[in-house]
Each structure stands twice: as C-alpha cells, then as structure tokens.
C-alpha cells in the first residue's frame, strides 16, 4: 500500500522540491500552504506522516501538530524550520514536546530527510 505525507510548507519551492523527491521514493504526497490547509488535508485523507514547517500563516506549524494529535494521537510528524528571525534550533526544540521523529532546518539535506522518512513508515 502506498503511504501517504502531508507536506505543509509556506514555501513553494521546497514544497516542490519535497514533493519531487518523496514521489521519487514511491510516495503519494500531499501538499498544503498554510496551517489551516494542513488541518483540512488531514482531515480529508489518510496521513501516515506530516512533515510540518514550524512557522506558517493562518495556524502555526506547533499548533498543526496538535490538532492533528487530537484527530489521531498516533500521528508521525517531521518539523522544519529556518530563516526566521527567531533561532529555527531554539524552535525546533519546541516540536519536540510533540515527540517528532525528526527535527530539520532549512535548507534541508534531502537524503537525510527521505532516510529519516523511509524509517519511519517501514513499520506503518
């Protein structure tokens, strides 16, 4: 069965480039803009892991998270982060409470990140 990630990413070439490099794995990939997008995405579809920017307009990336840990509490996250004015480390460490599997800043090594994703859904 092929699984499915939500990339939830204000940023259109690095929702491109993951969708570009995730559909290449096999996976189906969804895409999303902005937190309240995320939500609705996951909403409507089976999700098997969300790679979720920290800082996003209309609902933040740790907000998305949550309400996605309220609609499924087994719900798998990757957090992203970078080129705020803010320390994107300091932020991550915030994702953490949300037990992330895997904390990344921008730019993102994308072999690391299909690594970490791959280990991810083997078990799912």
Request: glycine content about 6%; proline content about 4%; hydrophobic content about 45%.
């Amino acid at each position: 069965m092929i699984k499915t990630i939500l990339v939830v990413d204000d940023a259109p070439m690095i929702r491109e480039l993951l969708k570009s490099v995730l559909e290449t794995e096999g996976y189906q990939v969804l895409l999303t803009s902005d937190g309240e997008e995320a939500v609705q995405a996951a909403h409507d579809n089976h999700v098997d892991l969300s790679i979720v920017d920290i800082f996003l307009p209309r609902k933040g990336g740790l907000q998305v998270m949550g309400e996605l840990l309220e609609k499924d509490p087994e719900s798998k996250f990757i957090a992203i982060s970078g080129g705020e004015a803010f320390n994107p480390e300091a932020i991550v460490e915030l994702a953490k409470a949300f037990d992330v599997i895997e904390t990344f800043t921008k730019p993102i090594d994308t072999r690391k990140l299909v690594d970490t994703v791959n280990r991810a859904l083997q078990d799912t």
